[in-house]
């Protein structure tokens, strides 16, 4: 097998239902030679035998072990294991455009203070509800300045949604923190720009990845993110906090506030809450626009917004304020909460 540029890694947990899709996109990519470690937490599905199958007949395909089972300890796994002078992530319910690691190595050839570069997350689904889902996780009212859901142009940014990174660097800041089970990968993307390097977003690399199907599942997910971003706050303190970051918490804390104040004064308490109702219907209607003509469920866009605001806030505040940490996750990232 040639030497490869870049290894692939790819942490799995119980993903028999897309694994398969998450590998060809991976053998698929162009002008790179690459390897594909496939660290598997221990399925209890067919994900292992699955890419067992594709190893014996794809020399380019390697499956790990990882008894810990979560991904900062698969990424590990991976990265120990990589051959690769740059290593990507990318997961096993995603897929990515064809020149996806070509484009990402190719920048970083370009401008040697660049240690990785990510690409744009579109959503996924083929229910209506969840369609409702992904295009609430496009719109800038739903995720704030986090332009790896909706940025139209390369530049600088603080975080890279599925990284292509020298593998250097990324054995330089010591891999990923295995004590965060959530927001491992800022929190990697936070050490590798406090070591003094830099990190692009390209709008051209595409990241298609499978959403909640559910507002409810939403919001169970972005409180289990909200917690996430909590211990990673605590644990690296102020520097890691976006303004973005405490939009939610603040709304989580006002609308309490104004519910107060609705036992004695309703109709004022109805008048501070009208502006963020203001706004999810606008945005609501934004999206519903540019639904495109795929079906689409109505009643499930202000739903999502809402799922991921109160979510992420509420998890956010459990997280920072009374230390409780997200659960772990079962695997099948579209199913679990």
Do not use: C
Request: charged share 20%; no cysteine; proline share 4%.
């Amino acid at each position: 097998m040639v030497q490869p540029v870049v290894s692939v890694l790819m942490p799995v947990l119980n993903e028999e239902k897309s694994v398969e899709e998450a590998v060809t996109s991976v053998l698929g990519q162009r002008d790179v030679d690459l390897e594909l470690l496939v660290i598997d937490g221990r399925s209890v599905d067919r994900t292992a035998q699955i890419v067992r199958e594709i190893a014996a007949r794809e020399p380019r395909v390697r499956l790990l072990d990882n008894p810990e089972v979560i991904i900062p300890a698969a990424l590990n796994v991976g990265l120990a294991a990589a051959e690769g002078e740059f290593v990507a992530r990318v997961d096993g319910h995603a897929s990515i455009s064809g020149d996806y690691l070509a484009r990402g190595i190719g920048h970083m050839r370009q401008d040697e203070e660049l240690a990785a570069v990510g690409g744009i997350r579109i959503g996924v689904s083929t229910t209506p509800s969840g369609r409702a889902v992904a295009m609430a996780l496009s719109s800038p009212f739903g995720v704030g300045d986090s332009i790896n859901h909706f940025g139209t142009h390369f530049q600088l940014t603080d975080h890279a949604s599925f990284g292509v990174y020298r593998t250097a660097v990324a054995r330089e800041v010591g891999g990923w923190d295995e004590n965060l089970l959530v927001n491992e990968d800022v929190d990697f993307d936070h050490r590798i720009l406090g070591a003094g390097h830099r990190i692009a977003f390209d709008p051209e690399m595409h990241i298609y990845w499978h959403v909640r199907e559910s507002a409810g599942a939403l919001l169970r997910q972005y409180r289990r993110y909200g917690r996430g971003k909590a211990a990673m706050a605590r644990k690296n303190g102020p520097s890691a906090i976006r303004p973005r970051h405490l939009a939610a918490p603040v709304a989580v804390v006002g609308t309490a506030a104004l519910g107060l104040l609705a036992l004695r004064y309703p109709r004022l308490a109805a008048v501070g809450y009208s502006p963020y109702l203001l706004g999810v219907s606008a945005a609501s209607a934004l999206a519903w626009r540019d639904r495109g003509t795929e079906k689409v469920d109505l009643l499930s866009l202000p739903l999502s917004f809402m799922a991921m605001h109160y979510g992420w806030g509420l998890g956010f505040l459990e997280g920072y304020v009374l230390g409780r940490t997200p659960q772990r996750a079962s695997g099948n990232s579209r199913t679990a909460g």
